[in-house]
């Protein structure tokens, strides 16, 4: 069944197909745990997009199963109007995980480097893309470091730019300023808003929901598996008369748990 | 950060088009990490088997009479390389994959372009290559101590090596697959495989023990590993060199058919 909060079809860039088509996903794992329940959703083309709910909502299944790192039990995902498996679909995907999960044996230059490589990138320009990136995370000092010698905001930058190296269409960050700090926030805020002006459809996931709120210009409320609300920030806030999107939040999410 | 980019983005219309093969990536990326740890995995399998030489075959082998007219050193050097490659392929393997899952930058490969069975390839590719090198590595030092000459059945040799390391790196991949943490990796090495390895006929004939633990022995799959390479080495055997082939490669052909079926199904994602 359709989900009645899911966006129309309609691109910002009219014609091409949503950045993300997810109908009916379900995940379910061996011990009978519910993680994501008949989900539907369309992500328009260009969207700067925003998955709020609390731990354990679906959000990282959703991605997971989006990324092709978690098997879906039911359902369909296209990524640009292609099958999430297929290799257009991963070329145009990137991922910033919520942790910091990166090749131990290479150096920091190295995961970008090797990363590309993994997305079909010569060497010559895959080098050049990661100085590029190295440059504008300023971690080109760090270039020859292993990532566990980093501190916990260049590890989350690393991770950022390794996520830019094949240029992907879709950027899917999920949980990308947990534990860093106010200036490191804002100056990936910055770098995220300029890619997402560039064209880069964004997928953002956060517990900041007031970030959420300035930032995205879409907002999927999610719980126990399943989307329980959708919109801009001023319509939800209109809709639940909130002053804002904390507020909204409390009443879908929150007190709904309470109720539960 | 210095300030924003202005990216070109892919169209999404296009075919995937690589300007290097993603697999040429991630098998470079195996033969680097154990090249970065070469102290590690290739001069301590080297040395620990270029030791069991020396004590077993210079020092104690002058002790030991002939065995089917081999000197005792000649005899065990063929079963010391099996083992050799048997125990880095397993390492190679466990380790890569289980750390890259424990890590979860096994995500970052899932994640990209990189089908399946080039996934695969390259962890086994990387387990096939650490083998290559530490088993060259091994000969090389150990034929000239014993007066090892040129290989009596080199066609036998080169099959059976491809063989023996192919199933040594599959083994491998295959643990690092279902290992659920480090404890477990070492647990499979010392109750599993060195067992199998002292009982698969390294140091002995398995015609010189009773006849019950000469018919156990050649349940032990680390024995045809060994004949295979001793066939091969020095023309003979406790089996024939057609028996010892079969049983290898038929062993490489299930544990590759168990290794794609573990990434083929997705069965290393949640």
């Known amino acids: 069944m359709a989900d009645p909060f899911a966006a129309p079809a309609a691109s910002r860039r009219g014609g091409s197909p949503p950045a993300l088509r997810v109908e009916g996903l379900r995940k379910s794992y061996g011990d009978g745990f519910v993680a994501v329940a008949g989900l539907d959703l369309e992500i328009p083309d260009g969207a700067f997009f925003g998955l709020l709910g609390p731990n354990g909502a679906g959000k990282t299944t959703l991605i997971g199963s989006v990324c092709n790192i978690v098997r879906p039990t039911a359902g369909t995902l296209s990524v640009f109007g292609h099958d999430h498996r297929s290799r257009q679909a991963r070329r145009l995907l990137g991922l910033a995980a919520q942790e910091i999960n990166v090749d131990r044996f290479l150096s920091i230059r190295q995961i970008l480097i090797y990363h590309a490589g993994y997305h079909g990138i010569g060497r010559r320009a895959a080098a050049r893309r990661a100085d590029e990136l190295l440059a504008l995370f300023r971690l080109d000092d760090k270039a020859d470091v292993r990532a566990y010698e980093l501190s916990g905001g260049m590890q989350r930058r690393l991770v950022l730019a390794r996520a830019l190296m094949h240029r992907p269409r879709l950027l899917i960050l999920d949980e990308p300023t947990a534990g860093v700090d106010v200036e490191l926030r804002s100056e990936i805020w910055r770098v995220v808003k300029g890619l997402n002006a560039a064209g880069t459809t964004v997928l953002l996931t956060t517990h900041y929901l007031e970030e959420a709120e300035t930032l995205c210009d879409e907002i999927a409320l999610l719980r126990a598996g399943r989307i329980v609300d959708r919109g801009s920030a001023a319509s939800l806030r209109e809709r639940y008369a909130a002053r804002d999107i904390s507020e909204v939040y409390d009443r879908v999410i929150t007190a709904e748990e309470v109720v539960s | ?270």
């Not at chain 2, 491998?172 to 647990?187: F, N, R, T």
């Open chain 2, 1 to 270: 950060m210095s300030g924003t980019e202005a990216p070109a983005l892919p169209a999404y219309d296009e075919p995937f088009r690589a300007e290097r093969s993603p697999f040429l990536w991630l098998l470079e990326r195996e033969v680097l990490r154990f090249l970065t740890i070469w102290r590690y995995s290739v001069v301590g399998p080297v040395l620990s088997t270029v030791l069991f030489v020396v004590v077993f075959g210079s020092a104690l082998g002058r002790h030991v009479d002939t065995i089917d007219g081999v000197g005792y050193g000649s005899f065990i050097v063929p079963g010391l390389f099996a083992q050799a490659i048997v125990n880095v392929g397993f390492f190679n393997g466990t380790t890569s994959l289980f750390e890259a899952r424990r890590d979860q930058y096994i995500n970052d490969v899932f994640a990209s372009p990189l089908r399946w069975w080039e996934i695969n390839a390259a962890l086994v590719g990387g387990g096939i290559a650490r083998g290559v090198v530490v088993g060259a590595g091994v000969l090389a030092v150990a034929l000239p101590l014993t007066h090892g000459g040129a290989p009596a059945r080199p066609l036998v040799l080169l099959l059976g090596t491809l063989g023996v390391l192919l199933v040594a790196a599959q083994v491998g991949v295959i643990a690092g697959g279902h290992a659920k943490s480090l404890d477990h990796v070492y647990s499979i090495e010392s109750i599993i495989l060195l067992p199998l390895g002292f009982l698969g006929g390294v140091f002995y004939s398995v015609h010189q023990l009773p006849p019950f633990w000469d018919v156990l022995s050649h349940l032990d799959p680390v024995f045809w590993l060994v004949q295979v390479e001793r066939i091969g080495f020095l023309g003979q055997g406790d089996v024939g060199a057609g028996w010892a082939l079969a049983v290898v490669w038929a062993l490489a052909a299930t544990l590759t058919a168990w290794s794609a079926v573990m990434f083929g199904t997705g069965r290393l994602k949640p």
